[in-house]
């Protein structure tokens, strides 16, 4: 049986990209990893991932909380790294 880690790895994510989705969603971290590993398999969920990255950077930044917009910035940068998304 696959457990949670070795999908990530599967799937090139890290425990925090696993967290920031959890927290866009407010779901359990086990069921963001579901989601994401199936997200990152097309172009167009790798982009849905990367908007929600964005987002939660702009949410923290409005509320002014700059460590975590600063968190979720560099999980964004390393995540759109590993997950480069071509034009058509």
Known sequence: MLSIRDCLD??????????????????PDVAAAQIACGLVQTR?????LTQF????????EERGDNAK???????CARFMASHPVLPH
């Open 10 to 27: 599967y799937c090139d994510l890290t425990d925090e990209d696993v967290a920031i989705i959890a927290e866009h969603h407010d779901i």
């Open 44 to 48: 167009e969920g790798t982009l849905m």
């Open 53 to 60: 990255m964005h987002e939660l950077v702009d949410e923290a």
């Open 69 to 75: 917009a600063k968190r979720f910035r560099e999980a």
